[in-house]
């Protein structure tokens, strides 16, 4: 099995394998090396959370079979309102944009995305559900958000993936309540997709690119992401 494998350096000190040809499969690590080596067993995981929902998966592979080619490397780097390099507190993040983000999605993969973003949205929600109030808006210390709060980033940041692409609704209709949000969000999202089977996007936002398979990748990534960031909070 050949595993097109990009990886993303300093993201908030880390880096990030992503498995390109598998939107919400990644790894962290310490460096390169360390992402990549993480990968195989996340994507054992990945595997897994596909089968629980699954009964015929559309991800078979034994491990010793796995062999990572490197789509391509990247080192985010931070800049400000006027495209100028700065350091990560006076400016904002440009984050990966791999050879393989320029392949249009296909029906196939859109298909099996609407699944996925079923499943993810299923497992962030039960890791909030029955939490009162307090729990839900209560802070932690050296954490940015509470849970409302990532809920929220959750569906702000989908919502930013769309407008970088010129997808979103008016983002004067975006909800302020974080479930509304999330809800709205991920139904527009849902929506829009369809529309990309073949479409060859490729838009330049802010110093960054964007396309279809980029917005997905970091779609199911970040939901997955704070879902299990949530889960540690608890």
Not at 41 to 64: M, P, Q, V
Request: hydrophobic share 40%; with cysteine.
């Amino acid at each position: 099995m050949i595993l097109q494998v990009g990886v993303e350096n300093n993201h908030e000190g880390r880096s990030i394998a992503w498995a390109l040809e598998h939107p919400g499969c990644y790894a962290y690590g310490m460096n390169t090396e360390g992402a990549i080596l993480n990968l195989e067993g996340a994507l054992e995981t990945y595997a897994g959370w596909i089968l629980r929902h699954e009964s015929k998966t559309w991800l078979t592979f034994a491990r010793e079979e796995i062999e990572s080619v490197l789509n391509g490397t990247w080192d985010v780097y931070y800049i400000n309102d006027e495209l100028d390099k700065v350091t990560e507190a006076d400016g904002y993040s440009v984050d990966a944009f791999f050879p393989y983000d320029w392949k249009p999605l296909t029906g196939v993969e859109i298909e099996r995305a609407l699944k996925m973003l079923d499943w993810t949205r299923v497992d962030l929600l039960k890791q909030v559900e029955g939490l009162s109030e307090e729990k839900l808006n209560a802070t932690y210390m050296g954490e940015r958000w509470s849970i409302n709060g990532i809920l929220g980033h959750v569906g702000g940041a989908e919502y930013w993936y769309m407008e970088c692409l010129g997808l979103a609704f008016p983002r004067t209709e975006l909800p302020e309540d974080p479930r509304g949000r999330i809800s709205k969000v991920r139904a527009h999202f849902r929506s829009i997709l369809p529309r990309l089977d073949g479409v060859n996007k490729i838009v330049g936002v802010k110093g960054e690119f964007w396309s279809p398979r980029k917005m997905l990748r970091r779609a199911l990534w970040h939901e997955r992401d704070h879902t299990e960031h949530i889960r540690k909070l608890r």
